[in-house]
């Protein structure tokens, strides 16, 4: 049975009293390593989304998408 990944860092992004952004980087039991970006509101969340990208793109095109939301919560 594969290992649960862990977080080898989060590098807090920015801080701009609206939303918080971080990068993670991590590994997977299998020595896969493993990218995400985080955005949180600063105040509660009212929810969460999960975007997954396809095969030859890259998870920064989903910056404007992931800010726009968290700005609303």
């Known amino acids: 049975m594969a290992k649960s990944a862990s977080p080898l860092f989060n590098r807090p992004i920015i801080g701009d009293g609206a939303l918080q952004?971080?990068?993670?980087?991590?590994?997977a039991g299998d020595g896969l390593g493993l990218f995400?970006?985080?955005?949180?509101?600063?105040g509660a969340?009212?929810?969460?989304?999960?975007?997954?990208?396809?095969l030859?793109?890259?998870g920064g095109q989903y910056e404007e998408v992931g800010k726009a939301l968290t700005k609303v919560g």
Not at 21 to 27: K, L, S, V
């Open 21 to 27: 952004e971080t990068e993670i980087q991590m590994g």
């Open 36 to 42: 995400a970006r985080e955005w949180r509101p600063d």
């Open 45 to 54: 969340a009212l929810g969460v989304v999960c975007v997954f990208h396809g």
């Open 56 to 58: 030859g793109e890259h």
